[in-house]
């Protein structure tokens, strides 16, 4: 599992660092691309399996395109905790583009509220996790709160 989350870590970092957004019209339709892919793939493997795509890679796969974290307190039929990498690549490119937008123009406005309303929709998504009995990916939620709101108070400033 440590090997695992090293070379995951690995894979996010260089990615981030390779592929970047030159504009928000091209994170936009990265942004409906990713959605589409995750939103897929949690119902075909719902309806085919019938269990949670939790279930599955947790209990079945090790391979890393995925964070592993294990559990603090003991749940059964659960190993560990998973963060899928895509959940913490795609927000990390746009963060890193916000950062780049807000150096050319002096400012730090778009990469401290796109990161507050990550964090944000991360708190929502632990909340829908919690109450909710089927379990949606952390991308589905935070992704986009981050970037619906990010382009909202980009065209307000406008």
């Not at 406005?109 to 990916?137: E, Q």
Request: net charge positive; aromatic share 16%.
């Amino acid at each position: 599992m440590i090997l695992n989350d090293m070379v995951c870590c690995c894979m996010i970092v260089g990615f981030i660092k390779i592929l970047k957004f030159t504009s928000l019209k091209i994170t936009g339709l990265c942004f409906l691309i990713t959605m589409a892919v995750e939103m897929t793939f949690v119902i075909t493997i719902h309806f085919l399996v019938g269990s949670s795509y939790n279930d599955i890679f947790l209990n079945d796969y090790n391979f890393p395109l995925e964070l592993q974290i294990p559990t603090i307190n003991p749940v059964f039929n659960q190993k560990c905790a998973w963060l899928p990498a895509s959940a913490i690549i795609y927000p990390g490119m746009m963060l890193s583009y916000l950062r780049r937008f807000d150096v050319t123009r002096n400012s730090n406005v778009y990469l401290i509220t796109s990161t507050s309303l990550f964090f944000l929709g991360t708190i929502a998504w632990m909340f829908i996790s919690i109450f909710n009995p089927f379990i949606f990916p952390l991308g589905l939620i935070s992704e986009p709160c981050m970037f619906g709101l990010v382009c909202l108070f980009a065209y307000r400033r406008r």
